[in-house]
């Protein structure tokens, strides 16, 4: 088939620009994920070949362990001997003294603020569960759901000026979540969201629904691999990707072989195949 000039020349034009777009569709269509852990120390999840841990705030007290100077220190230096950074700062200790009725937690979440901006760690675990939960009966406690509102509103910015992310887990379901984050009203204040905790509810549906809202994963199994539940977790994935999720997979994972780094790597490696 003989092309005029002209035809020759418009084929090349579109040739070119497809190629140019190309390699854009392909970074949108593979979303940057990075696998950490919350069950490892820096130097055992860099043995274990994970990106990054994330770390827990400490115990309650007057001043919390993340927000000592020599603590700063210490992880600061492990971070330069591992080359492996710290991606997230868990508040678990708002379990046993909830966000909404212990009067220190809202210098606890100062104090985490700070210690997250000093590691330039950018997400903190807020959590609620045990006694911090916000459910009773399935139904959300609306005392508290007003306390941990105002009290998110007033650390948010604060939150923002450091970098940070104050990111929620609950057994909240995505309405729920997209009321508590609603009534808060500051992009500050985001969902740390648990694929095993709300199993019940429609994960990926539940994922799906809070799209960009979802700041941090946490991908756990109960005692098993993840990858024992692989088609579980292809689904999970799926909606993760859907919602064009960049960022940390943490895995709260158990020890099956009681061989923490051996176990963790298995875990990591099937996660990056999940998104490969």
Not at 100 to 111: C, F, G, T
Request: proline fraction near 4%; hydrophobic fraction near 45%; include cysteine.
């Amino acid at each position: 088939m003989t092309l005029s000039r002209r035809s020759f020349l418009s084929r090349s034009v579109a040739v070119a620009a497809l190629g140019a777009f190309a390699p854009q569709r392909l970074a949108a269509m593979s979303p940057r994920i990075r696998v950490g852990t919350c069950t490892l120390g820096l130097k055992a999840a860099k043995e274990a070949g994970l990106d990054g841990v994330e770390v827990r705030a400490g115990n309650a007290a007057d001043t919390l362990e993340i927000a000592d100077p020599k603590r700063i220190d210490s992880y600061k230096a492990e971070m330069a001997e591992t080359g492996l950074p710290i991606c997230s700062i868990m508040m678990g200790l708002l379990n046993s003294y909830p966000l909404a009725s212990d009067p220190r937690a809202p210098a606890w979440l100062e104090q985490t603020i700070a210690g997250a901006a000093a590691l330039g760690a950018k997400n903190i675990l807020v959590a609620f569960f045990g006694k911090g939960s916000l459910l009773e009966n399935n139904r959300l406690k609306d005392d508290d759901f007003r306390v941990v509102v105002e009290r998110l509103k007033a650390a948010a910015p604060r939150a923002a000026d450091a970098g940070v992310i104050l990111a929620v887990e609950n057994t909240l379901t995505a309405e729920q979540n997209e009321r508590l984050l609603d009534a808060v009203g500051h992009p500050a204040v985001r969902v740390y969201y648990d694929v095993y905790n709300t199993k019940s509810y429609g994960v990926p549906g539940e994922i799906r629904r809070l799209g960009t809202r979802i700041s941090q994963l946490h991908y756990k199994n109960g005692p098993k691999y993840l990858d024992e539940d692989a088609d579980y977790f292809q689904e999970v994935t799926a909606a993760v990707k859907d919602v064009g999720f960049s960022g940390w997979i943490v895995l709260e994972t158990s020890s099956p072989s009681k061989d923490g780094v051996a176990d963790a790597r298995r875990n990591g490696e099937f996660v990056r195949r999940l998104f490969a």
